[in-house]
């Protein structure tokens, strides 16, 4: 059976295709600035639950935080 896996955050170019900053998604979620710079390096994964928040602030689809990864 294969599944996905989360491949690069893609949330550092969401943030710049919407013309804002990580101070601005900290200012809206609530998120610190420093745990939002380890998402956009990828030094640590969104849970499920900050993966919604920042969707919906940004306005789009939890799934498109993120490339995807099919594994065996």
Not at 5 to 23: D, I
Not at 26 to 41: A, E, N, V
Not at 47 to 67: K, P, R
Request: proline share 1%.
């Amino acid at each position: 059976m294969h599944h996905f896996s989360r491949g690069k955050c893609m949330l550092q170019y969401w943030l710049n295709h919407k013309g804002l900053s990580q101070a601005d998604l900290s200012r809206h979620t609530g998120y610190s600035t420093r745990i939002i710079s380890h998402w956009c390096t990828d030094d640590r994964k969104m849970s499920v639950e900050a993966m919604y928040t920042v969707a919906t602030f940004l306005g789009i689809h939890m799934e498109q935080l993120y490339q995807w990864k099919l594994e065996p």
